[in-house]
């Protein structure tokens, strides 16, 4: 059953980077069924696709966080990661990891999430 | 963008209530529509996708229906377990995006 793990960080400055890693067991990352997502949730709030990406590292962006974000993946460590720099405050949320669809486009499975928060 | 409308934002209702929750599309997404189930301090999780399609291991009081651009979530039968916040999300064009969520609380 194919599982993801987020990492990384919970707190970073702000005006600095945010790096996360999402491993995923399982099952393979190439596996042609899925593409790779990350989503995010601030605090008492809703759901934001980030981006997505494929194991042959095609991406989609939020247009909202394109000229920040960067989604790659390592299909040797069966990982895939995010980076979003120049954050500020309003960019802490619960960050997750999750499949994504090639078929159809809905997320799963889901990571358990990680929260990341942006504070001096 | 696609833009997501959920309604109610809440809904509290008894054990055993037949429960729906409305999403409506901002322009047409064929089926392409997704609902989530998220407990407090948990991931969210598939319910249905393609509109009315169960995902493995959901309970059959749990269905979808769609309309057009207006797309319904049913809980047949409430239970205590269903207590959570409902999400849609549509899945036809980049951005993905998500309906504002709907609580449904347990009377």
């Known amino acids: 059953q194919l599982q993801l793990q987020e990492s990384g960080p919970g707190l970073v400055k702000p005006s600095e980077t945010l790096s996360l890693t999402c491993t995923v067991s399982g099952g393979s990352i190439t596996s042609s069924d899925f593409h790779w997502a990350w989503i995010r949730q601030p605090p008492g709030k809703g759901l934001e696709w980030i981006g997505s990406?494929?194991?042959?590292?095609?991406?989609y962006y939020n247009p909202s966080l394109q000229s920040r974000v960067t989604i790659s993946v390592d299909t040797s460590k069966n990982e895939f990661s995010l980076k979003l720099n120049s954050v500020a405050a309003a960019d802490t949320a619960l960050f997750y990891c999750t499949g994504f669809s090639t078929s159809s486009g809905w997320f799963d499975p889901w990571g358990q999430g990680t929260l990341v928060t942006v504070s001096s | 963008d696609i833009q997501m409308t959920q309604s109610p934002s809440s809904v509290s209702a008894s054990v055993g209530d037949r429960v729906t929750i409305t999403c409506r599309a901002s322009q047409s997404i064929r089926s392409f529509l997704a609902w989530y189930q998220q407990k407090p301090g948990e991931a969210p999780e598939l319910l249905i996708y393609?509109?009315?399609n169960l995902q493995s291991g959901v309970p059959s009081r749990f269905s979808g229906r769609t309309s057009g651009t207006d797309f319904t979530l049913t809980i047949s039968s409430l239970q205590p377990e269903d207590s959570a916040t409902y999400y849609c999300?549509?899945?036809?064009?980049?951005?993905?995006?998500f309906g504002g969520g709907t609580k449904v609380e347990i009377k």
């Open positions: 393609l509109a009315s």
């Open positions: 990406i494929s194991y042959s590292g095609s991406t």
């Open positions: 999300q549509q899945a036809i064009s980049f951005p993905l995006t």
